[in-house]
């Protein structure tokens, strides 16, 4: 079985998966994967510097991933552009990645799970929610991006009402870790509950 993890920027969903990860749960984290296929020398990071310039690059050829992000989320048609570009190759190490997976369940953790096709890649669908001032006040003192940026990445992602009605389950974190602790774990034996009538209920191969 396959959760999709996913919620608006400053949710806790981080937190939420290394919480799954305690309980032994496998993630295929596209944010990671993101990072993978635009490390130093890769074609994907030489095709993003030859479209918009070398300067978003660092001494050492890594990508600045601060300012890309505030390139593409002031202009639409360059982040149209860098989504083209990266989404397939995100999406065929992430397809990769979750064959690969063993255990009761595994969690692909993506805050683009809703944006993308890859929702079509999972069972469940687990949202992370909290208000839009919560998203604002923890990712401002998280990452240190501009109020703006913040913004417009809040309203480039699907809207709260719509994530939740999609979702087939919800954690709230307006809380405290530990309150999160304990609503991932109640979720996990759920999960691993369904994940073992999934399995009884298919024939015998």
């Known amino acids: 079985m396959i959760v999709g993890l996913t919620g ?3 949710s806790g969903k981080s937190a939420a998966a290394e919480l799954f990860a305690a309980q032994g749960i496998e993630l295929v984290d596209t944010d990671l994967l ?3 296929v635009v490390e ?3 074609p994907a990071l030489l095709a993003i510097a030859t479209h918009f310039g070398d300067d978003l690059l660092d001494s050492a050829g890594n990508l600045d991933r601060a300012r890309l992000r505030a390139l ?5 048609k360059k982040k149209v552009w860098l989504e083209a570009l990266l989404h397939p190759l995100i999406r065929a190490l992430m397809m990769s990645r979750l064959a690969a997976c063993t255990g009761p369940y595994c969690l692909l953790v993506s805050p683009l799970l809703l944006e993308t096709d890859q929702a ?5 669908v687990l949202v992370i929610d909290v208000s839009k001032e919560t998203q604002l006040a923890r990712t401002l ?4 991006s501009s109020l703006e940026t913040i913004e417009a990445i809040i309203e480039a992602q699907i809207a709260r009402p719509d994530r939740l009605a999609r979702a087939d389950d919800i954690i709230s974190n307006e809380s405290d870790l530990a309150s999160l602790a304990d609503a991932v774990l109640a979720q996990h ?3 691993c509950v369904m994940s073992k009538a999934a399995q009884m209920s298919k024939p015998n191969e």
């Open 8 to 10: 608006g920027i400053g």
């Open 34 to 36: 993101a990072r993978e």
């Open 40 to 42: 130093a020398g890769s």
């Open 72 to 76: 593409v989320f002031a202009d639409p």
């Open 120 to 124: 079509e890649a999972v069972d469940r």
């Open 141 to 144: 003192q998280r990452d240190g």
């Open 189 to 191: 034996k759920q999960y």
